[in-house]
């Protein structure tokens, strides 16, 4: 396919999954209120009503799954805290992405590029604080994780329910260009630029004395995409047991869990419990993350 004529078709599929989505599970003027920096408590509040029920369920789950450090924090039970405590850029990514999501329910190959891109987001923000950055720094490697692929989830949308037949749709084109398209949906939703980076360059960054944050979502994003090519679509995961006495709701096993309960992907997570990692704790051989600071 011709450059000039698939840079049309991008352009036709973002109108026509734009117009879908908001005739059927939300309002586009949320997206303005949550870039509004003066919005009011009550006038975000009364946004929860302008997006599907089962969206606002899982944005609420998923807030209430969120932890600092091993601890989770409190419930709660209002849109408004859910924005302040994912923050505006999550809030939004997570609507459009959830309304995707719903757009093609029942649809097995929809659900799993959803899950891989929700597990990358996970696994990004985890290799991101065991690497030594910041927790500022580590939500933006699980934004950027969430929406890598935002484009071919719009394209695989597009083909299985909307597109017509003779525009040839298929996964070698969506291979090609769904980046072109992730790019265009992260500037229609003000998303930051360092996501457009994650999306467009699709390599390990390196910078002068460590990796880069946009490598490490890379990392992740590999580690998850072979992990399902491998495992029958789940991410397989080897944690270590955790010691007597330990508190094993606050291990990273629970941290893990509880965030693909919150999203509805249980069955794509599967834990392998192991004993240690081949001795190397008890030698001492263990790196140890070193903080860059970076954010």
Same mark, same amino acid.
């Given at each position: ?18 117009? !879908?989505? $908001?005739? /059927? ?19 975000? #509040? ?15 789950? $998923?807030?209430?799954?969120? @932890? ?20 505006? $850029? ?34 990004? $923000? ?8 910041? #927790? ?8 950027? /994780? ?32 769904? !980046? ?27 910078? *002068? ?11 992740? @994003? ?26 094993? !709701? ?25 004993? !240690?990692?081949? /001795?190397?704790?008890?030698?001492? *051989? ?6 860059? /600071?970076?954010?």
């Amino acid at each position: 396919m011709e450059n000039e004529r698939a840079f049309d078709l991008i352009l036709n599929i973002e109108k026509v999954m734009m117009e !879908s989505l $908001h005739g /059927g599970f939300l309002d586009p003027h949320i997206f303005k209120i949550l870039d509004d920096p003066d919005a009011s408590r009550e006038v975000i #509040e009364s946004m929860k009503s302008r997006i599907a029920p089962v969206i606002w369920m899982r944005l609420l789950d $998923h807030a209430n799954a969120i @932890y600092f450090g091993s601890l989770r924090r409190g419930q709660i039970d209002s849109f408004y805290d859910v924005v302040i405590r994912m923050g505006m $850029h999550q809030t939004k990514a997570l609507i459009f992405t959830l309304a995707l999501h719903l757009f093609g329910r029942n649809d097995r190959e929809v659900e799993t590029v959803f899950a891989r891109r929700f597990a990358t987001s996970v696994m990004a $923000h985890m290799l991101a604080l065991q690497m030594g950055f910041r #927790e500022q720094a580590a939500q933006k490697a699980e934004l950027a /994780g969430l929406l890598m692929e935002i484009g071919r989830t719009m394209m695989l949308v597009y083909r299985k329910f909307t597109a017509p037949k003779e525009e040839g749709i298929d996964d070698e084109f969506i291979d090609a260009f769904h !980046s072109y398209l992730g790019e265009r949906i992260v500037s229609r939703f003000n998303m930051p630029e360092y996501v457009k980076t994650v999306i467009l360059n699709r390599t390990i960054i390196l910078e *002068e004395n460590y990796i880069s944050l946009p490598g490490v979502v890379y990392l992740a @994003y590999e580690n998850v995409r072979s992990s399902f090519a491998t495992h029958d679509n789940r991410l397989v995961i080897s944690c270590q047991t955790p010691k007597p006495a330990t508190d094993v !709701s606050r291990t990273l096993e629970a941290i893990l869990r509880d965030k693909f309960r919150a999203a509805g992907l249980d069955e794509y997570l599967h834990i392998i419990p192991i004993q !240690s990692i081949n /001795g190397l704790c008890e030698s001492g *051989e263990v790196a140890h993350p070193v903080s860059t /600071g970076a954010e």
